[in-house]
T-cell receptor, first 113, second 118 residues
Framework: GNSVTQMEGPVTLSEEAFLTINCTYT??????LFWYVQYPGEGLQLLLK?????DKGSNKGFEATYRKETTSFHLEKGSVQVSDSAVYFC????????????FGDGTTLTVKP | GAVVSQHPSWVICKSGTSVKIECRSL??????MFWYRQFPKQSLMLMAT?????????EQGVEKDKFLINHASLTLSTLTVTSAHPEDSSFYIC??????????????FGQGTRLTVV
């Protein structure tokens, strides 16, 4: 079956620091990969996505590259802001699982001024 | 973009009562919707897949008589927590994908419902 393994948190950084959150996956099919963000008390929002190998998803300064050879989709941002404090979920979807998404456990990011 | 609206955002109820949570796709049709439960500082746990016009498919370990799901139309699914108890207190989130989207595309999430049972 499908699974997503995400770097354990929580992660605490100072403003303008570099962020990396690791994510690896296993999938029976050829999945699309996603990063979702959840702010306190809210649902999930799509942050970025990649649908095929070597694609780079990017949004709001965040980026992640679909690496099929290492089955990874690490999230990076060069300079975090306090407003980036949230929970980040790595996820995948493919055509074999009736539309269900598979999520990692989530990583809580706190950015201090 | 596709919008999913969940209502209410929060609800407090007494033990033994039932609570209904609505999930609506505002600008698209969704034959399938998904219901998740999220405990504090934990990931999403898929509870069930809601199917318009047919019975919901529940994940292993989820009591279908406890968590009743009705997918009344192509834009509305409801989750009813019956005879609620304090251990049912949690954050419930729904998601959906437009019917015309391939199954491997992103899902759109409601804003979640915080249920507190006292």
């Amino acid at each position: 079956g499908n699974s997503v393994t995400q770097m354990e948190g929580p992660v605490t950084l100072s403003e303008e620091a570099f962020l990396t959150i690791n994510c690896t996956y296993t999938a029976t099919g050829y999945p699309s990969l996603f990063w979702y963000v959840q702010y306190p008390g809210e649902g999930l929002q799509l942050l970025l996505k990649a649908t095929k190998a070597d694609d780079k998803g990017s949004n709001k300064g965040f980026e992640a590259t679909y690496r099929k050879e290492t089955t990874s989709f690490h999230l990076e941002k060069g300079s975090v802001q306090v407003s980036d404090s949230a929970v980040y979920f790595c996820a995948l979807s493919d055509l074999t699982n009736a539309g269900k998404s598979t999520f990692g456990d989530g990583t809580t990011l706190t950015v201090k001024p | 973009g596709a919008v999913v609206s969940q209502h209410p955002s929060w609800v407090i109820c007494k033990s033994g009562t039932s609570v209904k949570i609505e999930c609506r796709s505002l600008d698209f049709q969704a034959t399938t919707m998904f219901w998740y439960r999220q405990f504090p500082k934990q990931s999403l746990m898929l509870m069930a897949t809601s199917n318009e016009g047919s019975k919901a498919t529940y994940e292993q370990g989820v009591e279908k008589d406890k968590f009743l799901i009705n997918h009344a139309s192509l834009t509305l699914s409801t989750l009813t927590v019956t005879s609620a108890h304090p251990e049912d207190s949690s954050f419930y989130i729904c998601s959906a994908r437009p019917d015309e989207y391939p199954l491997n595309t992103e899902a759109f999430f409601g804003q979640g419902t915080r249920l507190t049972v006292v």
